[in-house]
Every structure is written in C-alpha cells, then in structure tokens.
C-alpha cells in the first residue's frame, strides 16, 4: 500500500483497489449511513484472515466525516459532538456507573501531535468530586484524566504510565485519544475514527509503541483519532493519480509526512469537538451550553 494510514476505511479502499475486487472482502463487512447530517461509515473486521488483509486488527472501526470543521456555536458544532457521543456509547457500552479514564496521546508541544492533550483540556474531570460526593447531579459518571505525553520527554512509555494509572485507579472504560495519519489531504481534521480495538500510539508515522487495548489494560479500551497529518508519497499519488516511481520517491523523501499551515486552529477545533463528544457520552442529560459552562 502507498503511504501510511490508521484508518481502517482507507485501508479496505486500497485493498479492494490493489486486487480489484469491487465487492465486500472476505472477513471484513461495510456499511454507510447519514447521521445528523454526516455521513458516517463502518468497517467491522470479523476474521483474522480480514484483519491480515488490512493490517488491522478485528473489531469495528467508524468513522464519521465533516466536510466543514465545525467550530464551537455552530449547530454543527453540537450536532458533531452528539454523533460522536452516540457512537462513543455503542462501542463503549458504557452502563450506569462505570468509571473512566481518558488518556491523551501525544505531544502538546507539536500541534499536529496534540489531538490528545488538547482533548483532555475539554473533558470534565469528575472522580475528585464523586470521591468527595459533591457530584454535580448533570454529571453522570466517575472520569479522570492523563496526558501521557511522549517518552522523548518524559523517559516514560504512554503505555507504562496509562498502565499505572489504570491499575491504582481501576476504572472500567479507557478512552485512548490520539493524533492519525491519513492517505487524503481532505481528511485532516476532518475525519474522527472511533474503535473498540484499542491504539498502538505513533503507528502511522511510523514510530509504533507498546499498543493500548483490554489485552495489555485488562479493562475495554476505546480508541478515538483524528487524522492530522498525510503521507507526502500518498499526497503526491492523490494529486496526481499516479502512482509514484522510485525516481520521485527520492525527491520527496522516506518518510516524509505534510500538513496543513492552518493545522493550530483546525487541531483545537476539532480537539474541542471530541471532548465534548466525550462528555455528552459520559453525561448523556447535559447540554453542549452547560458544558461550556463547567469547562470555563
């Protein structure tokens, strides 16, 4: 496959193109639909020979798409947030009283890498509360936070530290949220994948660490990622529909990746919208204003 991806809809595109086959894949079911104006696809991978062929792992993958970032007032802006909360709930299964750690990957000091951290900064950090039983009657649920940060900084794996605070704190749902890579420009900041697979941080730029998921955690582990960053190979062959001979492919460089000169603003925005999506899904009776409102 050209470039690098994380998101598995990619993924199934390219495989059905590399073999041209136009029909579902063996192990590997598709489904599309509109949701709150959005369209939303899913791609569930029930064999292994299916997650062989996409090289991701079984389990389900959705991905809702927004041509226009929305920004915070917008209608889209809570009509976003909702769709993602509504999709954080079925893949969570979250149920009265569980518990949840959210986990922000990356570094916040490069803002293509601070999807994570950013997200931490809009969720609703509740466990101190409810430990003191001054929770909030809106506010549903038992959550904390951590911004894991990078090992380059810290000395310390993202999933050694999540790991800690798992086990001393125990909750029963791990939200893990990180920065993607993506084979198409359009979907920068556009595109949020949720899965119920779990997270190998850094895997789509190439700089795979120890994976996130109920396997290493022992609790279910729900991945949420935005892509914010494309494979300068796969932007050139997206380009120019073409694909791109070893002589460009030296010109461009191995391993190169591109974004976008507005990516601050685009990054806190949709960073914004996903932890709010968050918090509608941990606390289903608040409203995107009364959120605001406890954030600030």
Same mark, same amino acid.
């Given at each position: ?18 073999? *041209? ?30 997650? *062989? ?144 697979? *779990? ?98």
């Amino acid at each position: 496959m050209p470039g690098r991806t994380d998101l598995a809809c990619e993924a199934a595109q390219l495989y059905r193109k590399s073999v *041209g086959e136009l029909t579902e894949l063996n192990g590997v079911i598709s489904a599309r639909e509109t949701v709150r104006g959005f369209a939303v696809e899913e791609v569930e991978i029930t064999t292994e020979d299916g997650a *062989g062929r996409l090289g991701k792992p079984i389990g389900r993958y959705v991905t809702v798409e927004m041509p226009r970032l929305p920004r915070r007032g917008d209608e889209a802006f809570a009509a976003g947030a909702a769709t993602v909360a509504e999709f954080v709930g079925k893949l969570l299964h979250l149920r009265d009283g569980d518990s949840v750690l959210v986990a922000g990957l990356g570094n916040d000091g490069i803002t293509a890498d601070a999807v994570g951290p950013l997200t931490v900064k809009s969720t609703l950090v509740t466990r101190h509360l409810k430990a003191r039983g001054a929770l909030f009657p809106g506010l549903r649920r038992s959550v904390s936070a951590v911004e894991a940060g990078v090992s380059g900084n810290t000395g310390v794996e993202s999933a050694e530290l999540i790991s800690a605070v798992v086990e001393k704190t125990r909750p029963d749902r791990v939200v893990a949220v990180d920065a993607l890579a993506s084979l198409s420009v359009g979907r920068i900041c556009r595109t949020v994948q949720l899965s119920d697979t *779990g997270i190998v941080p850094g895997s789509g730029v190439g700089n795979a660490r120890k994976e996130l998921s109920r396997r290493t955690l022992g609790v279910p582990v729900l991945a949420v990622g935005v892509p914010t960053v494309v494979d300068a190979v796969a932007l050139a062959e997206e380009l120019s529909g073409t694909t791109v001979d070893e002589k460009k492919l030296k010109i461009l460089g191995d391993g190169m990746i591109v974004t976008p000169r507005e990516i601050d603003r685009q990054v806190r925005d949709i960073s914004r919208l996903i932890g709010y999506g968050l918090d509608l899904a941990f606390h289903p009776t608040l409203t995107v204003e009364e959120i605001t409102m406890l954030l600030e």
